[in-house]
């Protein structure tokens, strides 16, 4: 019994490390923008013009974001781990529900906007992709879910209906596009932005709804056995 609140307790505090570094790269991204456009011009804030070039007063950004992405690559390392560990262990890999807040990376894709009419770039637009990471909170509170019968039928159908709600979004979007072409989106540019953001936000929807499908179709098979 010791040993098992021994482990609790330890994996609450890597957790809270875990949270904590990523509190900290965030803070270090906004302290280094802050000090871009107060004392560097907002220099590898606003665009800039190609080609780049190198200047000290770079490194407080560059650091910034470097660990940042690093952290994205050890979250990433850390969830393919466990998810092997889990596999071989007939469970659901164990992700804390908390990490669903990485789904507000998928408003940066607002961005497109601004970086568009400043330098025609549509490459943030991609960013509403991260929308679909709301669903790690379900998949958080489906962790270490034995993978039984009722478990694979429950996430056959979940991911079926996923992805025909994300094909259907897509032929939907093809179409409002051919119907619009030379109407609302004269321009190729927005047709092209249209149907970034239509996909990306597609494959969004994929990702959070099969997650969510599954958790509910677990938790309704539960209530109904419950009530018997």
Known sequence: ??????????????????????IVCLLMVIGASWYAVTFNDSRLV???????????????????????????????????????????????????????????????????????????????FFFFIFFGFFGFFYEGKMSNTLKDERYEENKCKAQLKAHGFALDSIFVSLLLLCAAEGRLLKTMDARLIFLVVAVSCSIAADIFLGEYLLYRYDHEELLDESEE
């Open 46 to 124: 606003v665009p800039m013009e190609m080609p780049y070039e190198f200047t000290v007063r770079d490194l407080p950004m560059l650091i910034a974001v470097g660990c940042m992405v690093l952290y994205l690559f050890f979250l990433f390392g850390l969830g393919y781990v466990k998810g092997k560990r889990d596999a071989a262990a007939r469970v659901t890999r164990r992700i804390n529900p908390r990490f669903g807040i990485m789904g507000l990376m998928g408003f940066l894709g607002f961005m497109g906007f601004w970086t568009y009419s400043a330098e025609g770039k549509i490459a943030p």
């Open 1 to 22: 019994m010791k040993k098992e609140v021994k482990e609790k307790e330890a994996k609450k505090k890597n957790v809270r490390i875990i949270i904590g570094m990523g």
